[in-house]
């Protein structure tokens, strides 16, 4: 089969483009709760808005991706993601914020459901592993990337000799200057329709699914929620989003809180820090999947998470900037080892049961409201203290998974071989 390059540079450029509007929410929540003087819990409903479109489409967007094909629902998705951001750019107020990240969520989570198949078929089916990995690295990339340009932004926007900056100087005639962190939101638009033209002039090969990817029908659906199973990881995928989620969302906050440091620099680097470290972890990961079972793999690294969480949470201020990045580190495998663990678990209908995972991203929307709501009442230390039970239940399932299929180990590869001579 002829493999097109092209369009794997689309997909890996999709991922980046993807990356960089989902997670600078993490560094904005301490602009947003001076910016619009709302409670923390009012502050994460912003995120909860925009990932709560994962578990509203995520299932939809399959249907769509198999009826109208990668291209036009590719389409309609940046062009609602552009919507989003410019209705929020142009109108930068709480309640437009609340719609539009909706809005900007849902196209998201559609890219999301169309690119994998996509990148399997132009990449090629043996290179696919390979290339979802390397994909998961840009998207990782563009995390580190966005809070840096957050950064910048607030640093230089009101800055004297800013307008010999073109850039700075469009950015500021079309942003209040009382909030030169909304101009973030003029770049993503402008990058959403890049991409919208883009797609426009490029030829899609044609994808066909197979049984495992197709969308599945209802009854499919209807038949896996019947299984505690299916629930089980649900809620776990669920809580791990909300690990992910929940720590990224607070650092800065907690940082300017606790220890007094600036959110726009120092706060901002840590939340860059912790998604560049949850990338470069996927390595150290990798080569851990090769030694041990993933559930030992998923056990120690929870651990580490917890650990580190403490250490954030009660150390000096020097401790808790190293060790919520440090959280990342660990949490790098533990999306990829709860997905494999939980289509291993079952014998069929693994698209419907992938669809049935993704929903639970919404976990990203749900626990850091939990966060704040504690936070507002108790303190914040103690609302991200809500983050020890989410990690529990990952933990758990390091105890009680029990897949069809093991992941194939260096010593499993070695004990088939000379049994097999």
């Given at each position: 089969m002829t493999r097109n390059r092209t369009m794997v540079g689309l997909v890996f450029l999709t991922f980046f483009v993807m990356s960089l509007v989902t997670n600078i929410l993490n560094s904005l929540i301490p602009d947003i709760i001076s910016s619009y003087s709302?409670?923390?819990?009012?502050?994460?409903?912003?995120?909860?808005?925009?990932?709560?479109?994962?578990?509203?489409?995520?299932?939809?967007?399959?249907?769509?991706?198999?009826?109208?094909?990668?291209?036009?629902?590719?389409?309609?998705a940046f062009v609602v993601a552009t919507a989003g951001a410019l209705t929020f750019a142009v109108h930068p107020t709480y309640s437009v914020a609340l719609r539009s990240f909706f809005v900007i969520g849902a196209g998201m989570a559609t890219l999301q459901t169309a690119i994998n198949p996509l990148l399997r078929v132009a990449g090629g089916e043996e290179h696919f592993a390979f290339n979802s990995a390397f994909a998961q690295l840009i998207f990782g990339s563009a995390s580190f990337v966005s809070p840096r340009i957050y950064s910048y932004l607030v640093e230089n926007f009101n800055r004297p000799g800013s307008q010999n900056n073109p850039l700075l100087a469009i950015l500021s005639r079309l942003t209040p200057a009382a909030l030169p962190w909304a101009s973030i939101y003029w770049i993503f638009a402008a990058s959403t329709?890049?991409?919208?033209?883009?797609?426009?002039?490029?030829?899609?090969?044609?994808?066909?699914?197979?049984?495992?990817?197709?969308?599945?029908?209802?009854?499919?659906?209807?038949?896996?929620?019947?299984?505690?199973?299916?629930?089980?990881?649900?809620?776990?995928?669920?809580?791990?989003?909300?690990?992910?989620?929940?720590?990224?969302?607070?650092?800065?906050?907690?940082?300017?809180?606790?220890?007094?440091?600036?959110?726009?620099?120092?706060?901002?680097?840590?939340?860059?820090?912790?998604?560049?470290?949850?990338?470069?972890?996927?390595?150290i990961g990798m080569g851990l999947l090769k030694l041990f079972d993933s559930r030992k793999v998923l056990i120690g690294t929870t651990l580490g998470a917890l650990l580190c969480l403490t250490a954030a949470l009660f150390g000096s201020a020097h401790v808790s900037l190293v060790a919520f990045p440090a959280i990342g580190l660990f949490a790098s495998v533990m999306w990829p080892i709860l997905v494999s663990l939980g289509l291993n678990s079952v014998a069929e209908h693994h698209g419907p049961f992938a669809g049935i995972l993704s929903t639970g991203i919404m976990g990203g929307a749900v626990v850091p409201v939990i966060i704040g709501r504690i936070g507002d009442h108790f303190g914040l230390r103690s609302g991200i203290s809500f983050l020890y039970l989410t990690f529990a239940c990952v933990l758990s399932v390091g105890f009680w998974a029990r897949p069809l299929i093991a992941n194939a180990t260096l010593s499993l590869k070695k004990t088939?071989?000379?049994?097999?001579s």
């Open positions: 709302v409670t923390l819990a009012a502050a994460a409903f912003l995120n909860f808005a925009f990932f709560i479109a994962y578990g509203v489409m995520s299932i939809p967007a399959g249907f769509w991706v198999e009826r109208f094909t990668e291209k036009p629902v590719m389409i309609v329709a890049l991409m919208v033209v883009l797609l426009g002039f490029l030829r899609f090969p044609k994808v066909e699914r197979t049984s495992d990817e197709a969308a599945g029908s209802l009854q499919m659906y209807a038949g896996l929620l019947r299984r505690p199973t299916v629930w089980a990881f649900f809620l776990c995928v669920f809580a791990y989003v909300g690990c992910e989620q929940g720590t990224a969302n607070w650092i800065s906050k907690f940082l300017s809180v606790y220890h007094g440091y600036d959110p726009h620099t120092t706060g901002a680097t840590a939340v860059s820090w912790f998604w560049g470290l949850l990338t470069a972890g996927c390595f088939t071989t000379e049994s097999g």
